[in-house]
């Protein structure tokens, strides 16, 4: 289409972006598709009436964000998107986001990166700053919590390098060495490492369909006295299982009475259209609320907002902020604040809550309903093996199409049940994910426990 014009809003800004923003438009509208020739940039430049320096800023920044490539002697085309074969290794291990694929929303990603460049300059890149965020990016971390925890003071929220960070900062204000910390007997490996670093004794409470018991929580705390509670209460990594409000408010009666702190690891609490109310919301004075911002918008923003029960606390985390990791990263706490500030990151939640929603269309419709237990928000699932299979054996037969996947070992607290969870957002795309979901589902059906037998 080398007779391409853009409709540019000139008033909205630097003239080259507009002309990216257009491009990016038509693509995602379809009104421009790969392999098309967009005009030379001289001819572009006569045809809008502007200098041919911004035509050719804006190709250069076009290409640099992956929408346009340039071939040397033919011209500027509408780049055709590489896609890994689906021969290849398919990972279905990391939990990750998925990607959006919407040039648009990309383009406005990179234009939120360049344009911390042009308002706040060299600076941003040459300076140390307070260790829990600035007053700026607390802000703006009480902003993207209101949904969960409406009316949050800023002055109780903390930026941290990553959920883990927080998670480590938290764990080491609330127990030490020999004490014991309560959790889902499925949990979250990245706190069980981290609490058996710290040498504090990790013990699984029962549960069933709706998730962690308050029956057993209260049998639990007043046999093992523990210092806290952590749980992963919303789209629960890794059985998608979701703590109701009666169950939330069971439990907080239940840490109440036994005085023990809750570590609400909410990562995935974003996720929902309408979020479930927080254990922070529910128990303010006792809640550490751990919101990252991996598995909702970016894992490469490294950013999470920690909200704990008054300032004086968040004074003494700040300073193991600092201990253990000087600061979080100035960069990408600005661009955490310029992206909930402006939109991009509702816009970009949105994105990956429709694409979650696809890939959760395609997994439900191939595996088996018994076995298949999962969540339209979440993109991660669990699956429940037929009975004869192992883990182990199942796993082995995997290897074979290259799917990766994460047995239940690594969630356990004590005895793995025959399941392994599936991560939807590593693959590249809908065709890779349908391909690895059809071969998962073949080799469900194709080889029964009961040719597992070996004679």
């Known amino acids: ?128 700053q307070a260790p829990g965020g600035t007053a700026e990016d607390r802000a703006a971390g009480a902003a993207f919590l209101a949904a969960r925890m409406p ?100 439990i907080v009666a239940v840490a109440r009475r036994h005085d023990f702190a809750i570590i609400e690891d909410d990562a995935y609490g974003a996720l929902p259209a309408k979020p479930p109310v927080s254990f922070a919301a529910l128990a303010p004075e006792r809640t550490y609320h751990v919101a990252g911002l991996a598995k909702c918008l970016s894992p490469a923003l490294r950013i999470a907002y920690l909200a704990v029960p008054d300032e004086a606390i968040a004074e003494r985390l700040a300073g193991s902020i600092r201990a253990l990791a000087t600061m979080v990263s100035p960069l990408t706490a600005a661009l955490a604040t310029r992206w909930i500030g402006d939109g991009t990151a509702a816009a970009l939640l949105a994105a990956i809550r429709s694409e979650t929603a696809a890939l959760q269309a395609i997994a439900a419709a191939q595996l088996p309903p018994d076995l298949f237990q999962s969540d339209p928000a979440a993109f991660h699932a669990w699956l429940k093996l037929p009975p004869g299979w192992t883990r182990a054996a199942f796993l082995d037969r995997l290897d074979a199409p290259g799917l990766g996947l994460v047995a239940s070992d690594a969630f356990a607290l004590d005895a793995a049940p025959e399941a392994i969870r599936i991560g939807f957002g590593a693959t590249p795309d809908r065709e890779n994910f349908k391909a690895a979901i059809l071969q998962l589902s073949a080799l469900i059906s194709r080889f029964p426990g009961e040719e597992m037998l070996v004679i």
């Open 151 to 250: 009316g949050t003071d800023p002055g109780r929220v903390l930026v941290t390098p990553g959920a883990q960070g927080a998670l480590a900062v938290v764990t080491m204000h609330l127990a030490t060495r020999g004490d014991v910390i309560l959790a889902d007997r499925l949990t979250y490996p990245g706190f069980r490492a981290l609490a058996g670093r710290l040498g504090i004794s990790l013990v699984g409470v029962p549960a069933d369909e709706g998730g962690m018991m308050p029956d057993a929580l209260e049998d639990w705390a007043a046999r093992h006295g523990p210092r806290a509670l952590y749980l992963n209460p919303t789209l629960n990594n890794p059985t998608t299982i979701t703590l109701s409000p009666e169950r939330r408010q069971a």
């Open 1 to 128: 289409m080398s007779g391409w014009k853009p409709v540019v809003d000139r008033g909205a800004g630097p003239l080259f972006r507009g002309i990216v923003d257009a491009l990016a438009a038509d693509i995602a509208a379809g009104r421009l598709v790969p392999g098309d020739r967009l005009p030379p940039q001289r001819a572009l430049a006569e045809s809008l009436e502007i200098d041919f320096t911004t035509v050719t800023r804006a190709y250069a920044e076009a290409q640099r964000q992956g929408l346009v490539e340039a071939q040397v002697g033919r011209g500027t085309f509408v780049r055709r998107p590489h896609k890994r074969p689906p021969s290849g290794r398919i990972d279905l291990a990391m939990n990750m986001p998925p990607r959006p694929a919407d040039p648009r929303l990309a383009a406005r990603l990179w234009q939120g990166i360049a344009g911390l460049g042009e308002t706040q300059g060299l600076d941003l890149l040459m300076r140390y």
